[in-house]
């Protein structure tokens, strides 16, 4: 009999365990063999009482530990006690799968160095993309490539926060409070709208594309929480919208990782990306561009990659452990190529000509923009062909930077 703990009975534990149950059968017969999950572990067992696993539910680690356990399934999220837990149970010669993000983008090195140590396994597939299968592809199918660049939109509830935005006039707060009903949104919301959600799945993307130590903390992330329906307007007048894009590409060993809102054209894969879906584009330099596409978040599609990561432990015992690269990447933290950029600066309306006049003195090529529907207290210009670098050396002359926004139109 295979034995299964869960961590976790939130949002994907949940659906792991429902998973399972669903396919006890097909399991017993691919496996000649029986599998169960033995216990679930969670903070407080009496806010569990109306679970169908209550008999099996305990808010005792000890009592994980103690059991004869095959296979630990983290899904508890967060750091701690998640890092103390996974470590304890490689330790103990159990393998591990997990859905954490941000311990993976925190620890993957030690963690999966463990796991080859102790001779098991510690597979993550639902850390990144919720249920499209990237990391797997990325490490098996794309062998022969160098991978030079990935774009992608990495989280659901913001996807789903800008969608509601630009296409239904739902209100910034209004969509969230949806998202976190959908189960969508971390506990503490804050990760997902500053980026640092995002980061951390770039950081495991980018790991193992360029085969370098990433720290996502270098990264430059700005969050979706200043973006305002100037932008969306700006943005559709453009035949663009605005999405929340991790980038990161490569060039002569340098690598630029980056997380914030972008203006994409409509027509572009990224574009077209609505809701809580997510998608990735991968560049190789021998397949050219692939593109990764489905439910980034909630109970099934998490679980989907999540129960995937059981049967490759079960089925496919000769598999590699992936490991990280502990060799640290040499970042490069503005963004590469020269871009079209909108540049928002709040003036005093007698200082209007005189940052207009400073604008094309510094930038070739600038277009200020007088709709009348943009705010009469801001200079709204384009500023077109500019690296980001000199973008931001050229803006330092208006000296409160708070009064300054910038926005890649990719
Ligand atoms: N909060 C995350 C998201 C969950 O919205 O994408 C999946 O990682």
């Not at 193992?208 to 969050?223: Q, S």
């Not at 277009?367 to 931001?392: C, M, N, Q, R």
Request: glycine content about 6%; proline content about 2%; aromatic content about 6%.
């Amino acid at each position: 009999m295979i034995s299964i703990a869960i961590l976790g009975n939130g949002v994907v534990g949940s659906g792991v365990a429902e998973l399972i149950e669903k396919n006890i059968n097909s399991i017993k017969n691919k496996l000649n063999k029986g599998i169960k999950i033995s216990k679930i572990l969670v903070k407080n067992k009496d806010k569990h009482r109306n679970s169908n696993n209550y008999r099996i539910i305990t808010d005792k680690p000890e009592d994980i530990l103690k059991e004869d356990v095959d296979i630990v399934v983290e899904c508890m999220g967060g750091l701690n006690p998640a890092y103390e837990y996974i470590k304890m149970s490689l330790k103990q010669k159990k393998h591990v799968v997990t859905a954490n993000k941000d311990l993976i983008a925190k620890h993957g090195l030690e963690l999966l160095s463990l796991a080859k140590e102790n001779n098991v396994k510690l597979y993550f597939e639902a850390s990144v993309g919720g249920g499209i299968p990237i990391l797997r592809p990325l490490k098996n199918c794309l062998i022969g490539n160098n991978v030079t660049s990935i774009k992608a939109i990495l989280n659901g509830t913001t996807n789903f926060i800008l969608t509601k935005m630009s296409k239904e006039n739902l209100s910034f707060d209004k969509a969230l409070k949806l998202a976190q009903e959908l189960g969508f949104a971390e506990a503490d919301p804050t990760s997902d709208i500053k980026g640092y959600d995002s980061a951390r799945k770039l950081n495991i993307l980018s790991n193992i594309a360029y085969n370098r130590n990433l720290d996502w903390e270098t990264f430059k992330v700005e969050g979706i929480d200043k973006l305002d329906e100037f932008d969306i307007l700006k943005s559709n007048r453009l035949g663009g919208t605005v999405k929340f894009i991790g980038i990161s590409n490569i060039i002569n060993d340098k690598i630029h990782a980056s997380v914030r809102p972008v203006i994409v054209s409509k027509d572009s894969i990224l574009g077209k990306v609505e809701n809580e879906f997510n998608s990735i584009v991968i560049e190789g330099d021998s397949v050219g561009e692939l593109a990764f596409y489905g439910k980034g978040a909630g109970k099934l599609p998490t679980a989907s990659a999540v129960y995937a990561d059981i049967m490759n432990v079960l089925i496919n015992k000769k598999e590699d452990q992936l490991l990280f690269n502990k060799e640290p990447a040499n970042l490069q933290k503005s963004f590469t190529d020269k871009k079209d950029w909108i540049v928002r600066i709040k003036v005093d309306n007698k200082d209007r000509h005189k940052i207009i006049s400073k604008l094309s003195e510094k930038f070739n090529k600038v277009y200020i923009d007088t709709d009348d529907l943009l705010p009469k207290d801001e200079v709204f210009a384009t500023i077109y062909s500019v690296y980001e670098k000199d973008l931001e050396e050229n803006l330092r002359i208006f000296t409160d930077i708070n009064n300054v926004k910038t926005l890649m139109i990719l």
